[in-house]
């Protein structure tokens, strides 16, 4: 199980695949679709080759990375560290390097020159060449390289140089010949190069220097300014010479042909170019490969690695490594008038054995290719029917083509859904059952308004009768009290009146307090059926009020319905 160092904020994801689209490991990404239908894209540490480009081009802070700077500072502040300067430390901080390596230096840390191992690899890949210990041979000085070739192309480890990188060699020099073993920790532009110190188990902590002047700056250090242009430092060992060109892209070819120009080298570097013709020399026939083949990730060198934060445009790097080389090879001496032997790598010939600097690799069973079964089924859950459609190839997914999504789809790392053409299929087909949802939702809707308004018609009758039936009531209470008050005064007469007949007065009195009886009871109906009114008039009120808030519901519904329908109709 390999350990991460590219690492995924999940929550700053946008599904926006330039991840996958600028990875060169085609089985480090996993994209899958989360429940409220984000796209979120994480690493597989175990494919992953750790060159960082990912991080470089995510805008959205959704990647970053893993180094030692924390447990170095920790280490450092117990015991004496050994520090190595890769010489890109010149290009990224060309006015506080010399700072930055005395402040090492005043932690009690002794300080080496990455250019010094540099040059010893370029001595062991010459001596390896001259006295065939090595055919046609791959470069590895780029660590994520090594990691793409054992991963993916473990057929190419027989070409790769089994000459240690330029920070192995130090290391093997330092520990080997001068006998030191303290812990080591190393100045880095480079996110891959712990891969590389957990293979060989040689440098204890990957210290880069994006993350080491984060550092500095959480804990306020200052570093002082020195001098441009000035290359020269007092290491603990000699200076590296023209070792120090190796970070721009072929460094390591021109060291070569300083010393051989007729050995064939051709150079490649930049995710996009380098590991599709990798892929391209795993290819080819032997014959047909130069004598070395030098290879770096980084379209400008490691001295813009992914780690290195710089703040320099190539024009200023290119230039930097124009003033060391100048300078370095003012420190290169060869024989009598500068046409003998060079008078370092005599002394390498004298006291280094090449076997000390060789290293071996871990080869990986490639995941077999899908079988053309597997792809068909593949692209018909895509919606990917005829071979124009399979091969759209419109990068949106990331991949550089639709074959190469569909088998990563075979192999569990994406999902056809994230498929621009297999999402257009489905809204297509949703857009026809919509349509029909929305056909049949207008006609419901019209259905239901048409009744409304002739419901609202009816209340409005209802509310025009009660009206009558209030008038009527109102002047029946109004007759019935003045009959009242007359059969009243009737009764009254006819009981104070002596003249009139007893018998015939008593059954006109008792017809007279029947009469009122009546009246009483109608006066009281009619009361009821004021009230009764008045309760009739709130329902209906209320009904109409509901009849208006359904009405206008319908309406915006049916607006919706022809938004959607409209919104879909544009994206199908």
Avoid at 408 to 430: M, P
Avoid at 438 to 457: A, F, G, M, P
Wanted: glycine content about 6%.
């Amino acid at each position: 199980m390999s350990t991460e160092i590219i690492i995924v904020r999940p929550d700053k994801c946008v599904g926006c695949n330039s991840c996958v689209r600028t990875c060169p490991a085609p089985e480090a990404n996993i994209t899958k679709m989360l429940d409220d239908g984000r796209f979120v894209t994480t690493v597989d540490p175990d494919k992953c080759i750790s060159c960082g480009e990912c991080v470089r081009n995510c805008t959205h802070g959704a990647r970053d990375y893993i180094d030692d700077v924390e447990a170095c500072m920790q280490r450092m502040a117990r015991e004496k560290l050994i520090v190595l300067a890769t010489p890109a430390i010149k290009t990224v901080y060309p006015t506080k390097w010399k700072g930055i390596l005395d402040w090492f230096k005043s932690k009690g840390c002794i300080i080496f020159d990455v250019s010094l191992g540099a040059d010893i690899c370029t001595w062991a890949h010459l001596r390896a060449i001259e006295n065939k210990k090595v055919g046609n041979v791959i470069t590895q000085p780029c660590a994520a390289i090594v990691k793409y070739i054992e991963i993916y192309q473990p057929k190419l480890l027989d070409n790769l140089s089994p000459i240690h990188s330029p920070i192995s060699c130090t290391v093997t020099y330092i520990k080997k010949y001068l006998r030191r073993h303290n812990p080591v920790a190393v100045l880095t532009p480079c996110i891959a190069k712990k891969n590389e110190f957990m293979d060989t188990g040689l440098v204890d902590y990957n210290v880069t220097f994006k993350k080491l002047e984060e550092y500095f700056d959480k804990n306020g250090i200052k570093i002082p300014n020195n001098a441009p242009n000035e290359f020269e430092y007092k290491f603990e060992e000699m200076q590296g010479q023209v070792g120090a060109v190796y970070p721009r892209p072929g460094g390591l070819r021109d060291n070569i042909w300083l010393h051989d120009p007729d050995i064939n080298i051709t150079t490649s570097e930049g995710v996009h170019k380098v590991y599709p013709e990798l892929d391209m020399y795993a290819q080819m026939p032997e014959f047909k490969h130069p004598e070395v083949f030098d290879v770096l990730s980084c379209e400008f060198g490691c001295n813009v690695g992914p780690a290195s934060g710089t703040k320099q445009t190539v024009f200023d790097v290119m230039a930097t490594m124009r003033e060391i080389e100048k300078e370095a090879k003012k420190r290169r001496k060869t024989g009598v008038f500068g046409g003998g032997q060079d008078k370092l790598f005599k002394k390498f010939d004298d006291e280094l054995r090449i076997g000390d600097f060789m290293r071996g690799y871990k080869p990986t069973t490639p995941t077999p290719l899908p079988t053309d079964r597997q792809l068909d089924a593949v692209f018909e859950m895509m919606g990917k029917h005829t071979e124009e459609e399979r091969n759209f190839n419109c990068h949106a997914c990331g991949y550089r083509s639709c074959k190469d999504m569909a088998i990563a789809i075979c192999r569990g790392l994406n999902t056809a859904d994230n498929c621009i053409v297999h999402a257009k299929t489905v809204l297509t087909a949703r857009h026809s059952e919509l349509t029909a949802q929305h056909e049949l939702l207008s006609e419901i809707t019209n259905e239901c308004l048409t009744l409304s308004d002739k419901l609202r018609e009816d209340l409005k009758n209802i509310n025009s009768n009660m009206d009558t039936i209030g008038d009527s009531t109102a002047k029946t209470s109004e007759r019935a009290g003045v009959v009242n008050e007359l059969l009243t005064n009737v009764i009254a007469f006819c009981n104070a009146n002596p003249t009139m007949d007893a018998s015939s007065t008593k059954q006109l009195v008792e017809i007279l307090e029947t009469t009122l009886d009546a009246f009483n009871a109608l006066d009281d109906n009619v009361n009821v059926t004021n009230e009764s009114s008045e309760t009739i008039r709130g329902s209906i009120t209320e009904i109409s009020r509901l009849v208006d808030s359904i009405n206008d519901s319908l309406r915006k519904s049916e607006k919706n319905v022809h938004e959607v329908g409209r919104i879909v109709e544009s994206m199908g």
